[in-house]
């Protein structure tokens, strides 16, 4: 692309097939980390241990945050290798095809299997969280500035309908999460790996890969350009202020998310109690209204811009915590001053409405945002640190919330997810977006 050259919109089929693989590894987010296989892993295959299931979730906690560990320390460096040789697509073939793999082997993790069910977690965790960051890094590449918010919206809530299939049809087909039902829920992993692998074909026939690979140096490997190149980047830094500081409030916010994503419904089984009817309805729920969280903030933030739109989705999620922390209480003191006779289940089904908003518009500003603040030669690059801040924030948080519950139980330790959105606000009104935008423009228009 010459020099200050406009970013030209991608075909509507490329940007359908970017969108497809938001849409099919949205099984594995939803299936194995959220809704099915965290529950049946921390309540069946561990199970309770006499200590309210606190050593089961602790146990998941640090699967996960071992995973992320890992993505920490290889995405900036994938990242530059994918830059320098223009990979991108092919980094994103062979994290696929890892997370799809170990996702099927999870048929094997019966109880008592703790151990092996451990590692499968953290070799698909890692392929899946990487693949993230490599979608992600396509996002610039697909649009002007001014669309990358409904690029990226789109991207988000197709992704909630596959997961609305997905999860819809394991719910239905094979039931609940208990050792009553482990024969049937047993097939959650070879079905979660198998719609990744059918519904993200699209993605690999229709995405382009634009940048042109550079010549190795004699004597020089891929590892020691990449180096250079994350050590380069991390200098530069400090040419983008913003993008720096968004990522401080990014680790912060994430760090909160994460949590939920690992532990909704581990909460609403261990603390709310809830029956297998809701825990479905719930599910339905917060698949919708992430979907209309994600759209809808989409097409605002082109307006409004990402950086308001981004601290407006974190005032929701401050609202929502605190609104899952005092479910029980709330539910109780409903039903003495207003004679009803409600239970605790069905206020949270409330409540789901409110995190569902929270949870697809957030993750796509924040990835609009880096976006804006990226040059489309480091592209790849600057979305591998992207995903660093997100996974470093997975590590953070989520064993930030397992010792905590494991000290004070569930319930309490939840209102930590709610101190670090309200961190990651104060640290994000430091951002200035239009700054960030220059920045990215000046880099490129002098590189390019």
């Given at each position: 692309?010459p020099?200050?050259?406009?970013?030209?919109?991608?075909?509507?089929?490329?940007?359908?097939?970017?969108?497809?693989?938001?849409?099919?590894?949205?099984?594995?987010?939803?299936?194995?980390?959220?809704?099915?296989?965290?529950?049946?892993?921390?309540?069946?295959?561990?199970?309770?241990?006499?200590?309210?299931?606190?050593?089961?979730?602790?146990?998941?906690?640090?699967?996960?945050?071992?995973?992320?560990?890992?993505?920490?320390?290889?995405?900036?460096?994938?990242?530059?290798?994918?830059?320098?040789?223009?990979?991108?697509?092919?980094?994103?073939?062979?994290?696929y095809?890892?997370?799809?793999?170990?996702?099927?082997?999870?048929?094997?993790?019966?109880?008592?299997?703790?151990?092996?069910?451990?590692?499968?977690?953290?070799?698909?965790?890692?392929?899946?969280?990487?693949?993230?960051?490599?979608?992600?890094?396509?996002?610039?590449?697909?649009g002007?500035?001014?669309?990358?918010?409904?690029?990226?919206?789109?991207?988000?809530?197709?992704?909630?309908?596959?997961?609305?299939?997905?999860?819809?049809?394991?719910?239905?087909?094979?039931?609940?999460?208990?050792?009553?039902?482990?024969?049937?829920?047993?097939?959650?992993?070879?079905?979660?790996?198998?719609?990744?692998?059918?519904?993200?074909?699209?993605?690999?026939?229709?995405?382009?890969?634009?940048?042109?690979?550079?010549?190795?140096?004699?004597?020089?490997?891929?590892?020691?350009?990449?180096?250079?190149?994350?050590?380069?980047?991390?200098?530069?830094?400090?040419?983008?202020?913003?993008?720096?500081?968004?990522?401080?409030?990014?680790?912060?916010?994430?760090?909160?998310?994460?949590?939920?994503?690992?532990?909704?419904?581990?909460?609403?089984?261990?603390?709310?109690?809830w029956?297998?009817?809701?825990?479905?309805?719930?599910?339905?729920?917060?698949?919708?209204?992430?979907?209309?969280g994600?759209?809808?903030?989409?097409?605002?933030?082109?307006?409004?811009?990402?950086?308001?739109?981004?601290?407006?989705?974190?005032?929701?999620?401050?609202?929502?915590?605190?609104?899952?922390?005092?479910?029980?209480?709330?539910?109780?003191?409903?039903n003495?001053?207003?004679?009803?006779?409600?239970?605790?289940?069905?206020?949270?089904?409330?409540?789901?409405?409110?995190?569902?908003?929270?949870?697809?518009?957030?993750?796509?500003?924040?990835?609009?945002?880096?976006?804006?603040?990226?040059?489309?030669?480091?592209?790849?690059?600057?979305?591998?640190?992207?995903?660093?801040a997100?996974?470093?924030?997975?590590?953070?948080?989520?064993?930030?919330?397992?010792?905590?519950?494991?000290?004070?139980?569930?319930?309490?330790?939840?209102?930590?997810?709610?101190?670090?959105?309200?961190?990651?606000?104060?640290?994000?009104?430091f951002v200035n977006q239009?700054?960030?935008?220059?920045?990215?423009?000046?880099?490129?228009?002098?590189?390019?």
């Amino acid at each position: 692309m010459p020099a200050g050259a406009p970013r030209e919109r991608a075909s509507r089929r490329e940007i359908f097939g970017w969108a497809m693989f938001d849409f099919a590894n949205q099984a594995y987010t939803l299936l194995i980390i959220t809704v099915v296989f965290g529950e049946l892993f921390t309540t069946v295959i561990v199970g309770d241990r006499g200590d309210g299931y606190r050593f089961a979730n602790l146990l998941w906690s640090l699967a996960l945050a071992l995973s992320y560990l890992l993505v920490v320390i290889s995405g900036p460096v994938c990242g530059a290798v994918m830059d320098y040789a223009a990979a991108k697509k092919h980094f994103l073939f062979v994290s696929y095809l890892v997370t799809v793999g170990a996702t099927a082997l999870l048929y094997w993790v019966a109880p008592g299997y703790v151990w092996l069910g451990f590692a499968l977690i953290v070799v698909s965790n890692t392929a899946y969280s990487l693949g993230e960051s490599f979608i992600a890094a396509f996002l610039p590449d697909l649009g002007p500035p001014r669309d990358l918010g409904k690029i990226s919206g789109f991207g988000w809530a197709l992704g909630y309908v596959g997961g609305l299939f997905a999860a819809g049809f394991t719910l239905v087909m094979l039931g609940e999460a208990t050792a009553e039902n482990f024969e049937r829920i047993r097939w959650v992993g070879p079905f979660a790996a198998g719609f990744f692998l059918i519904t993200a074909i699209p993605t690999f026939l229709w995405l382009k890969e634009r940048g042109r690979p550079q010549a190795l140096p004699p004597g020089r490997g891929y590892l020691a350009i990449a180096g250079d190149r994350v050590a380069t980047t991390l200098h530069e830094l400090r040419h983008f202020r913003d993008l720096a500081i968004f990522l401080v409030s990014l680790l912060f916010s994430m760090a909160g998310i994460y949590i939920i994503i690992a532990f909704a419904f581990i909460y609403g089984a261990q603390v709310i109690g809830w029956d297998a009817e809701i825990r479905n309805l719930m599910f339905i729920i917060v698949q919708i209204t992430a979907a209309a969280g994600a759209l809808g903030f989409g097409f605002i933030q082109d307006r409004i811009g990402a950086k308001v739109t981004y601290l407006c989705t974190l005032g929701l999620w401050v609202a929502a915590i605190l609104a899952i922390w005092a479910t029980p209480e709330l539910t109780a003191w409903l039903n003495v001053r207003l004679g009803l006779d409600w239970q605790a289940q069905h206020l949270f089904l409330v409540v789901g409405c409110l995190a569902g908003l929270s949870l697809g518009s957030s993750q796509s500003a924040s990835r609009a945002l880096v976006g804006l603040f990226s040059p489309l030669a480091k592209s790849a690059e600057f979305f591998g640190f992207w995903g660093l801040a997100n996974k470093l924030a997975g590590v953070f948080g989520i064993v930030a919330l397992g010792l905590l519950q494991s000290l004070v139980g569930l319930q309490a330790s939840i209102l930590l997810c709610a101190a670090l959105f309200i961190v990651a606000i104060l640290v994000c009104l430091f951002v200035n977006q239009a700054r960030g935008q220059r920045a990215a423009e000046a880099w490129h228009n002098g590189r390019a």
